[in-house]
């Protein structure tokens, strides 16, 4: 999968635009991608000209997309069939692609001080910020860089917790979806949760010394390419300076993080009463293990532990899933009809007849999901594990969100190809998904039809799932913004490698409120546990989409005609605002962000009042209900 679409999957090269410092000279370029299919970048001009930036551009829009096709290919084999040889071969490919980078960069900065056409420029600026993972010049350390990376996702992909059977019996293993329904299970005991946390998190350790090997090659590669370190490249991508980004992501969290506080006040308080103050403290840090997901990043499985009214109706799509006999097609062929009903197209035959849709039982998979066009040129695929639960009827609707980006914007330059910024890829999908309400629900069979009885607790079965969705969206928004905080750090040299693990912890608290189950030591590797990490996924994107999908909303919704409260707005089958919604999809990259994002919505920043505003009653909600506690971690 792209980073840049690779986003979505691991990749080593993503695409991300807007530079604010400038590039080094040209490296040297003695050792280019001798291997299949990699030739040498372009030549080098003596003196630059208009006409060769021009040729320049053409043909690094050429040579780059075979080269990411075949290495979107080689992934995608890899991601669905982790063996040694497909890791290798995926390796290989990613180092061609990383070759190219290494000369075509340079090479792009001798054009800077001419006057070109305003898309050229803008593909010699993407071009400078695209490397996720930029590889030193070095075909040694570009190769070890390639290899480190995929082995790093393949052991996340396959690892699995061993331990000896009862009475000598056979090795008991558990790989990370079995230890993850433990902690989302109502029914496991706190030692059970403990244990399955510690048993997942085990596995992790052993990828320090690989990531900490990542993280010098791949600071030396971004130093190579004019940045201070990888995480200033990471944060350059954004049409606008690295500095005043990371000031926006202050200022996003800054608007969301009272509200934020009050959920996690809620849910202490009512943590700590089912497990008793002893093991979950009315004040302070929750204990991670009890929140109902690996990471904590989505609190979904509380929901019958704080539900505002429990006997007043709320939707509950694992059950009407299992009621209708979904099966794991039929779920995505849903996600696809909301997508049909605003006017896209169905998906191409190819997407049903090659995607993974569930875990196959005779190989090792990458199961985190993602979403990929193997040519950039349309091939879409969707690649999960569909086990049938609400949560994977969201993420469907997250995932055919990348998917028909791809489809509205593959004809484009493959530099273009990618979202306006890279929160706007995840965020669409989600933004679909706000529009998953009762009503649609009721609609498509999935939640009974109310009755009398039903209409006359409207509010507060409205407050039931606004609370539903709250320990989804706001839950995440800390846990969204710290995983990039910590890599910030960690590859600037400011959170030093010998307090990677306990300077993560220190951000989990300071941020999410929350604390390990146990003591932790720089023998353990935590950060490793989250895919993201040793998939080299940058992760503030989703801290963007969380908000994101909110504006997207708001203006999908009033582009709609939608009079009421946000949370009740679905623009299921609305052809214009569809037509709208495809405009933006289709402009991929080729403008900056903040000019699609006025396209959309008329606002030019990023803005928290919408995710505000969907959730005020709520709000309200929780002020009453944490009068009289202490708040605050
Ligand atoms: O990784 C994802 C998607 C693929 S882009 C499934 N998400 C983040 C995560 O799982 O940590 C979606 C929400 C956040
Ligand atoms: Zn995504």
């Not at 829009?61 to 982790?82: M, P």
């Not at 939707?315 to 006999?325: H, N, Q, V, W």
């Not at 300077?503 to 353990?524: N, T």
């Not at 895919?531 to 909303?553: C, D, E, T």
Request: hydrophobic content about 45%.
């Amino acid at each position: 999968m792209i980073q840049l679409r690779l986003a979505f999957a691991p990749t080593l090269v993503a695409f991300v635009f807007a530079c604010d410092s400038k590039p080094t000279a040209p490296a040297p370029v003695a050792d280019t991608a001798a291997s299949v299919g990699a030739d040498t970048a372009p030549t080098t001009p003596a003196v630059p000209t208009a006409a060769e930036a021009e040729a320049f551009v053409a043909e690094i829009n050429t040579r780059l997309l075979a080269l990411k096709a075949r290495a979107e290919t080689a992934e995608y084999i890899k991601s669905t069939y982790i063996t040694p040889e497909t890791e290798r071969n995926a390796a290989a490919a990613q180092a061609d692609v990383m070759a190219f980078m290494s000369e075509a960069i340079p090479r792009a900065a001798t054009f800077r001080d001419l006057e070109l056409p305003k898309d050229q420029r803008r593909t010699l600026e993407l071009l400078r910020t695209s490397p996720t993972l930029p590889a030193p010049a070095d075909k040694a350390l570009r190769e070890e860089l390639a290899a480190l990376s995929a082995k790093l996702e393949g052991h996340y992909g396959s690892a699995k917790s061993c331990r000896p059977g009862p009475d000598g019996g056979a090795e008991i293993c558990r790989d990370l979806g079995q230890l993850s329904n433990v902690l989302y299970a109502d029914t496991s005991t706190f030692e059970e949760r403990t244990g399955a946390w510690l048993d997942w998190h085990a596995t992790a350790a052993e990828q320090r010394p690989r990531y900490a090997r990542l993280v010098e090659l791949g600071n030396q590669g971004a130093k190579e390419l004019g940045f201070a370190d990888l995480g200033a490249l990471w944060r350059s991508p954004y049409d606008m300076p690295a500095e005043a980004f990371a000031a926006e992501i202050d200022r996003l969290w800054t608007q969301v993080r009272p509200f934020y506080e009050k959920l996690h006040c809620l849910v202490r308080d009512r943590l700590s009463k089912k497990w008793g103050a002893d093991k979950v403290p009315p004040t302070g840090l929750i204990p991670t293990q009890v929140l109902g997901n690996m990471w904590a990043q989505d609190w979904g499985a509380l929901y019958p532990l704080v539900a505002p009214h429990p006997d007043a109706p709320a939707s509950d799509l694992t059950k009407a899933i299992a009621d209708k006999g979904l099966d794991a097609k039929a779920i995505v062929k849903i996600g696809e009809g909301f997508f049909t009903s605003l006017g896209m197209p169905p998906l191409p035959e190819s997407f049903w007849a090659h995607s993974q849709f569930v875990k196959p039982r005779d190989r090792e998979v990458v199961c985190h999901a993602s979403a990929w066009d193997v040519t950039w040129n349309g091939e879409v695929r969707l690649k999960m594990c569909i086990e049938g639960s609400e949560d994977d009827f969201v993420t469907v609707h997250h995932e055919l969100g990348h998917i028909y980006y791809f489809l509205a914007y593959h004809k484009l330059p493959v530099l273009f190809q990618n979202g306006a910024n890279d929160g706007f890829h995840e965020a669409i999908g989600d933004a679909i998904a706000l529009s998953v309400t009762p009503s649609y629900l009721v609609e498509m069979g999935l939640m009974d039809k109310p009755s009398e009885a039903d209409l006359a607790r409207i509010e507060e079965a409205t407050l039931n799932e606004l609370m539903k969705r709250a320990l989804d969206k706001v839950a995440f928004l800390p846990f969204g913004r710290l995983i990039d905080e910590w890599r910030w750090q960690a590859f600037s040299g400011a959170l030093e490698e010998s307090r990677w693990n306990a300077g993560w912890w220190e951000l989990k608290a300071k941020i999410q409120g929350v604390a390990p189950p146990a003591p932790r030591s720089e023998s353990d590797f935590d950060p490793a546990a989250k895919y993201h990490i040793p998939a080299s996924v940058p992760y503030m994107r989703y801290f963007l989409a969380a908000i994101l999908q909110f504006q997207f909303h708001r203006a999908l919704c009033k582009a709609a005609g939608h009079e009421g409260p946000l949370h009740a707005c679905s623009i299921y089958g609305d052809k214009e605002v569809g037509a709208r919604l495809w405009k933006l999809l289709e402009l991929g990259a080729s403008r900056p962000w903040q000019e699609a994002l006025a396209e959309l919505t008329g606002e030019t920043a990023m803005d928290a009042s919408a995710i505000l505003d969907y959730f005020a009653p709520l709000s309200a909600h929780l002020d009453e209900q944490t009068k009289g506690l202490t708040c605050g971690y």
